[in-house]
Each structure stands twice: as C-alpha cells, then as structure tokens.
C-alpha cells in the first residue's frame, strides 16, 4: 500500500543538502495548472513551509513547477548556477517574462520578454482599473536544458505572494548567502 502511494506522489525528496536527481518524465502543458497526473513523474521537493517544488525533464528540457500552499497571484525569479565562473542565469515569471545573467547585488537592469530557450506562464489579467491579476495555481517552466552547459546546476528562488518575497529552498547548499538545490540530470550529454 505504501508503495502505491509513493508512486502516486512521485519521487519526494528532503532538502538537507543532498544533490536532487531530476528524473526523466512526460512533457507537460506550460500553464500554470498542475492537471491531474501531469507531475505524477517528477520529483517533489518541499522547498518551505509554503513552496512545493516539481523537477523533471526529457532529452531537451528541465520542467520546473511551484506551487505555493495559498493560491495568489505571484512572481518568482528563478536562479540558476551553472559554475565554471559563468554568471548567475535569473529567469524571471510574472505578468511579463524575462532573463539576465549576473551577479547578486549586481544585476543589469531587466529587459523584458528577451527570454530564450525557455517559457513560463504568466499572470492573468483581472482588471485594468484597478490593476488586479488572478491567482496563480502554480508557475511553470520549460527551459531548454543545453544553455545550461552542464549536467549539474544549483537552483534556487525568490517567490513572491503580495508584499512578502521568500526565497526558496529554506535549507540546502549555502552559496552567495542564501539556499541552493544541487540538481543532476544523470544521463544527459552537454554539446558542445
């Protein structure tokens, strides 16, 4: 019975600092909706008290789902340290999309809807007057898993539900002081 029940849940994992394997699984519909088994595959990490994280991927994309414990409206950047002293790749979801490569503490300015090789879903609009977005389920990412040059990354996050701006995981590998999650894709070939 046990068993089963892991199965239905995917692989779960505890943060502690352990590298997470990002299991292959099936492609899923960027949407913001978690659908019914859609994530059944992956791996689920419960990055705090109110963030679940879903990892999977196939032979060209890391799937990446959030999902907060309260349904809001929310933005997450999404950060990515692919080592060899390249810079830290934020990939940034909300009502707009974009991307930009730096450091903490010294990021370019944004430059929106320049995102390449990757997609999110973005916030849905309620109302223009006053500007009001419908909450999200879940945010989703596809990203093409070859700009990440490696077969090893840390990801971590910033989430944000209102005024309030959490960063995710709440324990793990510390580095440029916050929490980062190791992520290995075992059998995945870096191109050159």
């Known amino acids: 019975m ?7 849940l995917g692989h779960i994992v ?31 990490v419960v990055a705090s008290d109110s963030v679940t994280l879903f990892l999977k991927r196939d032979d060209r994309y890391l799937f990446v789902a959030l999902q907060p414990s309260v ?21 940034h979801a909300s009502a707009k999309l974009g991307e930009r490569e730096g450091t903490f503490g010294q990021w370019p300015e944004w430059v929106w809807w320049n995102n390449r090789a990757w ?53 793990g590998t510390a580095r440029y002081g916050r929490y980062w999650l190791e992520l290995r894709m075992r059998d995945f070939r870096v191109r050159s």
């Open 2 to 8: 046990l068993g089963n029940l892991a199965i239905m």
């Open 14 to 44: 505890s943060v502690r600092g352990n590298p997470v394997i990002v299991p292959r699984g099936r492609y899923v519909l960027v949407d913001g909706k978690l659908g019914p088994g859609e994530w059944s595959d992956a791996t689920r």
């Open 71 to 91: 349904r809001a409206f929310f933005s997450v950047d999404l950060y990515f340290d692919r080592g060899r002293d390249a810079p830290i790749l934020d990939l």
């Open 119 to 171: 997609a999110a879903n973005v916030a849905r609009v309620a109302t223009f007057e006053p500007r009001e977005f419908l909450a999200d389920e879940a945010k989703e990412y596809q990203i093409e898993i070859g700009q990440f040059g490696a077969r090893r990354v840390w990801l971590s996050a910033d989430v944000q539900a209102g005024d309030k701006t959490q960063s995710i995981p709440s324990n």
